[in-house]
């Protein structure tokens, strides 16, 4: 940074044979943040460089890439298209079960890639299926048993077995796989965000999350509205990141 009056570009770290450190820069801080630590002023729009990825921005053009689809594209097909910095930006607001959910697409099934994504309609009925007149939650052998080892994965995934069993009105015995802290409702995350965040001036990033042990509170905002959301009602600016 000597004698410089701005933030060099991402091209000038690549030319100074510094990519490695540029790219270890975005995923501690990103570049804005590094620049105020050495008091360099950082110009985040410049010539011939795509704009930042804001959420309106993800949206506008997965809505256009999307249109006609029934089915989320696979990271290669996102590729394939020459999409792959949008995929990288779903990747970074809420990950693609958040983007899916919310055009209402289904996701290929990420263990064998064939079967569609688990929606909570198709879960519901295969519960039902599954339980029948039981009055307690089935065994994993049993939902292996049935072909529901997929959908089981799922749903440790995203609710939570606890939320399941709730929701078909049987019980969950003890060692059946409840996730570790319960369900991560709104409320739950909301509570655990304001205590986490209490005192700061800026949202903690993701490395912030993994120092203090709060990797899955993390995820759970990820997957429940996603970071931005979260960040903008607690009030908290978020540190830029590099597109």
Request: net charge positive; aromatic share 10%; with cysteine.
């Amino acid at each position: 940074m000597n004698g410089r009056s701005e933030w060099p570009t991402y091209r000038e770290f690549e030319r100074a044979g510094l990519k490695t450190l540029r790219d270890n820069i975005t995923h501690t801080g990103g570049a804005p943040h590094w620049a105020a630590q050495l008091g360099v002023p950082y110009i985040e729009h410049r010539p011939g460089y795509a704009p930042v990825w804001t959420e309106e921005r993800i949206r506008k053009e997965l809505r256009s890439y999307l249109a006609g689809r029934r089915q989320w594209p696979s990271r290669k097909q996102f590729e394939r298209d020459g999409q792959k910095l949008l995929r990288d930006a779903v990747n970074r607001s809420g990950g693609p079960d958040r983007w899916a959910s919310e055009f209402r697409l289904s996701r290929p099934n990420r263990l064998s890639g064939t079967r569609r994504g688990w929606t909570a309609d198709m879960i519901e009925a295969s519960l039902k299926a599954l339980i029948g007149d039981r009055t307690t939650w089935p065994s994993v052998s049993q939902f292996r048993g049935a072909g529901l080892g997929s959908m089981l994965v799922s749903m440790r995934a995203h609710e939570g077995l606890e939320y399941w069993a709730n929701r078909m009105g049987v019980k969950l015995e003890l060692g059946s796989g409840r996730r570790r802290g319960g369900f991560w409702t709104e409320d739950r995350i909301r509570d655990e965000l304001r205590s986490f965040c209490a005192g700061r001036d800026v949202w903690p990033s993701e490395r912030d999350f993994v120092a203090a042990d709060r990797r899955r509170l993390y995820a759970a905002a990820s997957r429940n509205g996603g970071i931005a959301h979260w960040a903008a009602e607690l009030g908290l600016p978020r540190q830029r990141r590099r597109p």
